[in-house]
C-alpha cells in the first residue's frame, strides 16, 4: 500500500504500559498503519500482555515479533525495520503516547514539503501518561549543522519516507544513544529534517529511565560528537554547550 506506514516499538518490561501505547495507535485518525511490536525477551510479562490484547482486537495490522534473545533497542528497532511492508518508517517507544491525529497530519507535512525525513512536538508527562504542560517546541527545519547543537528531536515523533532514503541506510548503530547517531547521520548526508510545530505525542518520564541520569546523558553525547561525528574538542565542546542549554530548557 502507497502510504502504508509501519510503526516500530521494541518492547522490553513495559507490561504495566504498552496496553496504552497500543491504544494511542489504534486511535489514530488515519488507519494506514502496521504496529511491530518487537519484543526484545522480556522479564515481566510484557508478552501475555501483548497477546492477549492482539486476541482480544483481532486487528492485523498489529504484529508481534519475537527476538531470539535480548539484543537491545537498536537491534529490536533493526529488526522492526528489515520486516516492515511500508513504505513510511515511524517509531514509537513502548511506554510513549500519540495523539489521534499524529499520522494524519504528520504524512500531510510529508507529502506537502516532500520530506524524507520528519518530526514533530512533543509534551512531557507523567508516569501515568498524563500531559504536565511542557511542550517541546520545534523548529521549522533542520539542517546537519544545527542538529549538533539542537537535539529537539525525539523518536517517538519521528517519521521516513524509504522512497526518499533507502530502508538500508536507515538501521541504527549499537551504540548508546543510536537514535540521535541515526538522525545526524542521515542530516550529515545531506537531508533536511522537517519540524511539524504541533503537540502530536507524549513523553512519559519514569523515575529511573536513561534519559533521567544526567550524568550518563552527558557522557552519551559528548561521546557521539568525538567519536561518531569525528569532531575536534573545540568544535565539540561548542556543540555540547548549545545542547546542554537547549535540553535543560525543555524541561524547565
Known sequence: MEDLVSVITPVYNVERLIAETMDSVLAQTDPNWELLLVEDCSTDNSVSVISAYLEEKKDPRLRLIRQPSNQGAARARNRGLREARGRYIAYLDADDLWMPEKLERQLRLMKEKQAAFSFT???????????????????????????????TIFTTTVMFDTDKIPKSKLEMPEIKSEDTALWWRVLRWGYTAYGLDENLARYRRPGRSLSSNKLEAIRRIWNLYRREEGLGIAASARYFCFWAIRAVARRI
Request: charged share 25%; no cysteine; glycine share 12%.
Open 121 to 151: 512536538g512533543y509534551e512531557f508527562a507523567d508516569a501515568d501518561g498524563r500531559g504536565l504542560g511542557k511542550v517541546v517546541r520545534v523548529p521549522e527545519t533542520l539542517s546537519y549543522r544545527q542538529a549538533l547543537s539542537n537535539t
